[in-house]
C-alpha cells in the first residue's frame, strides 16, 4: 500500500525547477505532500483531495490525477531554503496514511 | 496552528530496559495518534494507529506485545518500547491530526531518537 515515489533524487541549482511524482495503485482517499529538514520532523506542506486539490506555498504547487492516481509536486524557482527530503503520503481511507520513499532535493547556489 | 509535542528529543538505554515514548496534541483533540519509525535515509514506516480508548491497530509485522501504546486520553499517546535491544534503536515519530479535520494535514512531532546500547 505504499505510494511509489520518483525520483530519488534530484540536485537543482537555485532558481531552477523541479518535478516530484507519487503513484498508488488503489484508488486514493487523499494525497499529502511533506519536507523533511535532515534530524528533523516533516513539515506539512499541502493536501490533494479526491475531486480536488489544495495550494500550500506560492512556488510551490500539486496536481491529483484521480484517473491515474497520480500526485506531483512542483517547485518553482527554487530556493536553497526548498533542500531537504520530500515525501508523499497517501490515505485510501480517511486516517490510514503511508508515506512513499521519499525524494531528497538538493539545491545549490 | 497545530502542535504536537513528543519527548524525550532522545533517549539511549540498556538492552533489556523498557523505555516510554509521550506524544501530546497540545492545543487539539485527536482520537486518532500514530507512531511511525525511520531508519537513517529512509522513509517512514507506520508501526500503528492509536486509537483513543480503544486497542491500537498495528501494522503487519510490527510486534504487538513488544511496542506497547496507550492512548488514554484525546490528547496523549504513549509507545512503550518493551525490552529495547540494540536493532530497537531507531527515530520514533508521532503524528495526529485535529479530529473531525479529514482533509487536513497531519502535524508531527519532533521525534525521539532511540539509543540502546
Known amino acids: 500500500q505504499q505510494p511509489v515515489q520518483s525520483p530519488q533524487a534530484v540536485i537543482l541549482r537555485e532558481g531552477e525547477d523541479a518535478v516530484i511524482n507519487c503513484s498508488s495503485s488503489k484508488a486514493l482517499y487523499s494525497v499529502h505532500w511533506y519536507r523533511q529538514k535532515h534530524g528533523e520532523a516533516p513539515v506539512f506542506l499541502m493536501i490533494?483531495?479526491?475531486?480536488?486539490e489544495q495550494k500550500g506555498h506560492e512556488k510551490i504547487s500539486a496536481s491529483f490525477n484521480e484517473k491515474k492516481q497520480q500526485s506531483s509536486l512542483y517547485l518553482t524557482a527554487s530556493q536553497l531554503s526548498y533542500s531537504g527530503t520530500y515525501f508523499c503520503g497517501t490515505e485510501y481511507n480517511n486516517n490510514d496514511m503511508r508515506f512513499g520513499a521519499g525524494t531528497r532535493l538538493t539545491v545549490k547556489p | 496552528g497545530a502542535v504536537v509535542s513528543q519527548h524525550p528529543s532522545w533517549v539511549i538505554c540498556k538492552s533489556g530496559t523498557s523505555v516510554k515514548i509521550e506524544c501530546r496534541s497540545l492545543?487539539?483533540?485527536?482520537?486518532?495518534m500514530f507512531w511511525y519509525r525511520q531508519f537513517p535515509k529512509q522513509s517512514l514506516m507506520l508501526m500503528a494507529t492509536?486509537?483513543?480508548?480503544?486497542?491500537?491497530?498495528?501494522e503487519q509485522g510490527v510486534e504487538k506485545d513488544k511496542f506497547l501504546i496507550n492512548h488514554a486520553s484525546l490528547t496523549l499517546s504513549t509507545l512503550t518500547v518493551t525490552s529495547a535491544h540494540p536493532e530497537d534503536s531507531s527515530f520514533y515519530i508521532c503524528?495526529?491530526?485535529?479530529?473531525?479535520?479529514?482533509?487536513?494535514?497531519?502535524?508531527f512531532g519532533s521525534g525521539t531518537r532511540l539509543t540502546v546500547v
Open positions: 503524528s495526529a491530526r485535529e479530529r473531525g479535520q479529514g482533509g487536513y494535514g497531519y502535524t
Open positions: 490533494l483531495l479526491k475531486g480536488g
Open positions: 492509536s486509537n483513543e480508548g480503544s486497542k491500537a491497530t498495528y
Open positions: 492545543d487539539f483533540q485527536a482520537t486518532t
